[in-house]
Structures are given as C-alpha cells and as structure tokens.
C-alpha cells in the first residue's frame, strides 16, 4: 500500500467524487486499507484509525452523554482514569471501578444511567482476565454498549467481537506497529452502534485522525504480527516459569501460569497468552528499582510490544496517585533470544550468581 499524502482529492466535473475521496480529515487511501485490514483481523465489519490509543478511548468517552454510568476495572490501564477525571471531569460521567474478574461484582454495579461496560483483558499491568462472554451478556441485559481494550492480546490471540462485546480498542502503537516508533489505535466493530457512529462522527469532526505516514508504518507492522505475537508468547511463557521458580520473586503475573487466578478462563478465550507479564519482587520498591537497574538486554523503558524487550518500575510511570504495587516490574517481552533474556534477569536478581553453597 502506498503512503498518499494528499489532503484533497479532485473533483469530476459533475462534481462526483471518482477515487470516493474528498478531504483527507475524512478519509485518505492510506487510512482506510489500514481501517480495512484492521476490521478484518477483529472479525469486525469497520474499523477507525486513530493519531493514539486515548484519542481512540476520547473518542468513545465523547460519545457518552452527561449523566452516563461507566463501569470500568479496577485495575484499569491508568489512562483511563486520569481522562475520565481530569479531561472529562465537566462532563458529569459517573464511573464505577470494579473487579473485572467478578461478574457478580459487574452485576451490583449496574444502574439504570449504565451505557457502557469497559473491559480490559489481559488488563496492564497486573496481567488479570475477564470473562468477556460474561461482561456482554450482562451489558446487553443492561442495554449498555461494551468496549474491549485487548491491546495486550491482539487479535492474534484472543478477538473479543467473537465473545459479543461491541467495540474492541487497541493501542496500535504496541504490538500491531510493533517496532516502537509509530503511535496509533483502532476501534473496530461488527455492528452499527450509537456509539461507534459518535466515536466516527467526533473524530471525522474534530479531527483526530492519523497522518498517511502513521497508517502505512503500522499495515507495515501488521504483516509480521502473528509471527511476532507468537514467538513473544512462547518466551514469556519461558520466563514466567523461570521468575515463578526464583528465590528473589514473590508473584508473577502471567494467565499462562497454571497457578494464575485467570488461567482457565484465559485458556478458553484466548488462544495464547500473550507476550506481557509483570511480577512482583520479594522485598521493597528499591530492591525492585535495583533489579531494573541491572539489566543489560533489556531495556529501561515504559511501553510495550516492540521487538526490543523492555523492563519498567510500574509505580514510578503511574505517579503518587497509583494503585500498582511499588515492587511490581513489568517486562514486555521481544524477540531477542530468551535463554539470554533469563540469564539477563538471572543476573540482575542475583548479582554474581545464586549462592548455591548450601547444596554443595
Ligand atoms: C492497555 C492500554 N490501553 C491504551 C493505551 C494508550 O495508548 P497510547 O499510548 O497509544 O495512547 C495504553 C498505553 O500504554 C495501554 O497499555
């Protein structure tokens, strides 16, 4: 697909637009083989290309009225909260944050005002799963729309409009750009909604769209991505049961392990378990700064789904205001080798070796 960087597209004398473009705020040829590729990866039947993954989550918010209930995970990806409460804070939204992974917890939440149930599954950056089939079915009872952030799984793994949700969100610029140097996020969607046609609207109008260069870097992404997605799972799974076999660690969250609270119902709705892990170090915030302190493969740095892996002290990115536990690493895993990556968090856990003398 070529980048068209045009911004206006003319005009037959009949006045007709033949190419089936006008202006590109509206629509670029870039843009919608993009949009294309994406609604076919989700199952969908029409996508939006947007500049990030929270214009795309602005533009559903924007879509709600005054007044609206939202209830979103407890856990929820930090953005959301910080946009619900300082960029729409005037807008009279009320917001439930509840456990995801309790349907009954959802269920009390509801109220009549409810339009919109927000999932996030495997949710950043404590990694736990929500029954998707089960969220749907509690929102359609409810009359509310349901929004999937899977940004974590991609639809090579798990594809949430299967399950019944409404709209799935991902932030493009992790695993479908895939190389860290292109930001972007879709929705996409099977059915015709209120809310979709409010997020196309708000965008097609107040203009949050992506350049043609953006779009082109990411359908570029796109071609490698289930190989990409593949090897990352497989060395995460790896490194989850290295961490979660390590004296110096005290949790690790990763749906793969078997002792995982989600990992059944990961096993069912996904069909891997992503490239995403984060765990939690025996002993304080330093020890855990001290770890990352130490690597040498992989990087200091916040982010996720590139082919470089990256390390990051969740807390520290979140702020005073954050809820993640301050020993808590998350690790997006890339496609270096992993016998490397687990020595290099071998090292970095236990400076100069494990003492071993005991056994000797
Ligand atoms: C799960 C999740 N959703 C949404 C976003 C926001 O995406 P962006 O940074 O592209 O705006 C992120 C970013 O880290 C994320 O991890």
Redesign the pocket.
Known sequence: MPIHPSTTFERAPDGEYPLGFSYAREDNPTRRALEECLAALEGGKQALAFP????A?TAVIQALEPGDHIIAPDDV?Y?LRKLLAEVFGKWRLETSYVDMTDLDAIRAAVRPQTRLIWT?TPS?PLLKITDLDGAAAIARRANAMTVC?A??ATPVQQRPLDLGIDVVLH?T??YMGGHSDV???VLAARFDSYLFERARKSQQTGGAVPSPFDCWLILRGLETLPCRVRAQAQSAGRIAEFLSRHPGVETVHYPGLAAHPGHALAARQMSGFGGMLSFQIRGTRERALAVAARVRIFTRAT??GGSHSLIEHRASIEGPQTRVPQNLLRLSIGLENVEDLIADLDEALEPGGRDTSASR
């Open positions: 990030s993954g929270m214009a989550v990806y953005g996030e950043n952030d940004t974590f932030s610029t992790k930001v972007g996020g982010s996720l």
